[in-house]
């Protein structure tokens, strides 16, 4: 049991992750204030969200790089919305809102997909370009240095709070009880559902999954559709947090968190990853993206770092897998 | 323009000794390149006809020549990794890094003073670093996709992470300027044709040829259409991988030096939309996403087309503050109506190859 748990993906990403924040914590103890944490769950409250639709579309063998654009974009039309309403209702309203817009561009998303079999990668960066396009020539490229009530209260909002030692109150955000419920939802749907099933399968292999008798396209309109409900429901926390609404923000972002998902152990190829995995591969790319400053590396290294690390974590499996293969081969041909 | 487009088709076209009949051009010819061609001339027309005034201009046609070169090498960087069945997304990445170190070698070497004699040695450096420095980005890539293993997309991810990183910790985040003497690259004229327009038709060419008529560019199909059967016929799929993304890198340095010429200056983060404009330009250009097909000819005819439209677009929206976004909107809409026609073209085929049984 211990031997196969030390063998998986997230074992040794969890290790590195522990390693990495000790190294941190011990040269700079600010890292683990209460504050210095509350500020690392608020960078991965967004990010974790968009991991959880990415890490579906990547189960299935599939890319999505248009997540930030449907955020973006739902989060933008929503403030617009609401701002033009006068709404000050609650916050649920505008997740609800922002979510039922990226449903749409979802489903448009699965419908490219699904209908004409285009890949992945081409179909998503053809409307990452489209949603954007739409987005700052049809509806603004405004800035909005507002958002309606209702988000700035949920951003307001702290689970617990502490007093910083300039005497500053901050506190965990609520928008982390989102990440969690999600987290739970994609957890229970890739567990314990038929259609959690059916992700798997078409990731290992469409043409078994068809012929085993899952619905591909069906299975397919329904990933894309709840990558894009969860698109939306980020882009409105991202909107929260921040406390103001610009068209050009998030996109540009997207490869990060897939970064992040394939780090936490999902297979590029589909097919594999866990919803623990991914959370873990998040933490480790916002402790790489927000606290090498504490220990004095400079800002402009932490891409370099960032890209050792994606090599790294993208290699070893990779390698290892390639000399499984290999063995394989030896012992057939004994 | 449309002449060069055509000197490039002739010259991957069918060979000489054919005898030429119109009907035996169109079959040897895919349709996926006449149907380009037969978009790129109605953009044209449709251009012409609603701006007689401003479109079909000398003067137009020359700043398209300057525009669309470097976003062209980049489309058959990219095309080329395409057709192994990968993918290089580093190319942009690649181009920005190429630039700053150019850009710091030609400001050691020559500074700002154009009557320094050193310029042409320094311009004859930067351009050499340049291209090696390209080199070994591609190299990188392409020991991660063969030796390692790594999926294409996933490799060229971390790499373009690291290039990109790489160039922020030389810069320290801020551009570097170029020299004035190197802008002759991006801005000079031989005989009234824009110098870059030169350099993308004599990469175009040299590309076409080594595509069309090597041994390496047989290969390169090869491995990409089936690999199993490439490995299995001798073909050393590790090497062959190793110089594909070695070329791919060598072509993104060039368009960062065309860049570096045209701006006159290197950020670390310039044109980040140069990677979906540069797929958009292979699969356009009829690259086969999972790889094994792609005629140079093609990209050609893509880059043409696109900057038609671009640079239409931009005239007839230019009333509009947002002309660039509507372009933006238009190249996600024709990249994903370009790939379902292809999808129900390959579609009919197989319908009319497998008759229904009776």
């Known amino acids: ?334 | 323009m449309t002449n060069q487009a055509n000197n490039i088709q002739k010259t991957t076209g069918p060979s000489s000794n054919d005898k030429f009949s119109l009907e035996k051009f169109f079959k040897i010819q895919d349709w996926n390149l006449l149907r380009l061609f037969i978009i790129t001339v109605a953009l044209f027309i449709l251009m012409s006809v609603l701006m007689p005034e401003k479109f079909p201009t000398l003067k137009n046609f020359r700043s398209m020549g300057f525009q669309l070169s470097e976003i062209g090498i980049m489309g058959i960087a990219i095309a080329i990794t395409m057709i192994t069945g990968g993918i290089d997304l580093s190319i942009n990445a690649t181009a920005n890094l190429t630039g700053i170190i150019a850009c710091i070698i030609l400001n050691k070497f020559a500074g700002p003073d154009v009557a320094n004699p050193q310029v042409g040695l320094a311009m004859v450096l930067a351009i050499t670093v340049g291209v090696i420095v390209g080199a070994l980005c591609g190299l990188l890539n392409g020991f991660l996709v063969s030796y390692v293993t790594i999926p294409a997309i996933l490799a060229t991810l971390g790499t373009m992470t690291l290039f990109t990183g790489f160039a922020f910790v030389i810069t320290k985040g801020t551009g570097f300027f170029g020299i004035e003497a190197f802008q002759f690259i991006g801005n000079g004229e031989v005989a009234g044709i824009p110098m870059p327009l030169i350099i993308f038709a004599v990469i175009a060419i040299i590309m076409a040829i080594v595509m069309n008529n090597s041994a390496f560019g047989l290969r390169l199909y090869l491995v990409g259409s089936n690999a199993k059967a490439s490995k299995f016929s001798g073909i050393n799929n590790r090497a062959v991988l190793m110089r594909t993304y070695m070329l791919s890198g060598i072509l993104a340095a060039l368009a960062g030096l065309v860049i570096l010429g045209r701006t006159n200056s290197a950020n670390p983060d310039y044109g980040t939309s140069y990677v979906t404009q540069a797929l958009l330009i292979a699969v356009l250009g009829g690259v086969d996403v999972n790889g094994g097909y792609g005629k140079v000819a093609g990209l050609v005819l893509a880059v043409i087309s696109l900057q038609i439209l671009s640079t239409g677009l931009n005239m007839l929206l230019f009333k509009y503050s947002g002309a660039n976004f509507f372009k933006m909107f238009s190249w996600g809409l024709l990249i994903i109506l370009f790939m379902i026609i292809n999808f129900l073209s390959y579609q009919r085929k197989q319908r009319v190859k497998k008759p229904k049984p009776a």
Request: hydrophobic share 55%; net charge positive; charged share 10%.
């Open chain 1, 1 to 334: 049991m211990l031997k196969k748990i030390i063998k998986t993906n997230e074992f040794f990403v969890a290790m590195i992750l522990i390693v990495l924040c000790l190294f941190i914590g011990i040269l700079n103890p600010v890292f683990f204030t209460l504050q210095n944490l509350f500020d690392l769950c608020r960078s991965a409250t967004v990010m974790g969200i968009f991991a959880m639709g990415a890490l579906i579309v990547i189960i299935s063998g599939g890319v999505d790089v248009s997540f930030t654009a449907i955020a973006i974009s739902a989060m933008y039309i929503t403030v617009k919305i609401l701002l033009a309403l006068n709404f000050t209702g609650t916050v649920v309203v505008a997740i609800a809102l922002s979510a039922l817009i990226g449903l749409i561009m979802g489903l448009i998303n699965a419908a490219i997909i699904a209908f004409f079999k285009i890949p992945t990668l081409i179909a998503t960066l053809g409307t990452q370009s489209l949603f954007q396009g739409f987005l700052l020539f049809f509806i603004g490229s405004k800035y909005i240095n507002n958002v309606p009530d209702g988000m700035l209260r949920f951003a307001r909002t702290n689970l617990v709070t502490t007093t910083t030692s300039s005497g500053a109150i901050t506190g965990l955000q609520a928008g982390i009880l989102i990440l969690i419920g999600v987290a739970i939802i994609v957890w229970f749907i890739l567990r314990f559902t038929m259609i959690g099933r059916g992700i798997y399968a078409i990731g290992g292999s469409r043409e078994a999954a068809e012929r085993a008798g899952f619905n591909v396209v069906a299975i397919q309109f329904f990933i894309y559709g709840l990558v894009g409900i969860l698109a939306g429901i980020g882009g409105a926390v991202f909107g929260s947090h921040y406390k103001q609404a610009n068209p050009f923000d998030l996109v540009g972002t997207e490869l990060n968190t897939i970064a992040a998902v394939v780090l936490g152990g999902a297979l590029i190829t589909g097919g594999k990853g866990t919803v623990f995995g991914a959370i873990l591969g998040v933490s480790l790319v916002v402790v790489i993206n927000n606290s090498l400053v504490l220990i004095g590396v400079p800002s402009e290294w932490q891409k370099v770092v960032l890209g050792i690390i994606l090599i790294i974590g993208a290699g070893i499996p990779a390698y290892k897998n390639m000399m499984a293969e290999k063995r394989l081969k030896a012992n057939l041909s004994e």
